[in-house]
């Protein structure tokens, strides 16, 4: 199990959501209306979209640079959604406030976008890994 923990890929997926979550706080007021707090979720789809975006480049960075083939692409991806979630779920935790009673059901939706969004960059990936392995 250790052998698939990739802590390259866990610190890219952290850092990707916390620089799109300060990002996204610095913004709020002219980008996203401001009319709650900054946070992801709060906006409807354009920060959701934004954090997905870049949770996606991270994911394709991370697997066009180190994954060996299609499986470790699948691998990288997950990693980068894992450290994408505890810096979520801590950012949350640290807001000011604390995470609010209804934390459960923004972590699980928050869970869906970090593993679509890394998803959708690890099959790419993972498709031109196939490729090129099958080409040589």
């Not at 990002?23 to 934004?50: K, Y």
């Not at 801590?90 to 459960?104: D, E, H, Q, S, V």
Request: with cysteine; net charge positive; proline share 4%.
């Amino acid at each position: 199990m250790i052998r698939y923990l990739r802590l390259k890929s866990v610190l890219v997926g952290g850092v990707a959501f916390v620089a799109s979550h300060y990002v996204e706080a610095a913004r709020w007021q002219t980008w996203f209306g401001g009319e709650h707090a900054p946070w992801f979720l709060n906006d409807g789809n354009r920060a959701v979209l934004f954090t997905m975006t870049c949770l996606f480049g991270a994911a394709l960075v991370a697997g066009l640079l180190w994954a060996r083939d299609a499986p470790d692409a699948v691998v990288e991806g997950a990693n980068v959604a894992g450290g994408a979630a505890i810096a979520m779920a801590i950012l949350l935790f640290m807001a000011p406030g604390g995470p609010g009673t209804l934390f459960p059901i923004a972590i699980a939706i928050g869970l869906v976008t970090l593993v679509v969004s890394t998803g959708i960059a690890s099959a790419l990936v993972a498709m031109f890994k196939r490729r090129a392995a099958s080409s040589r």
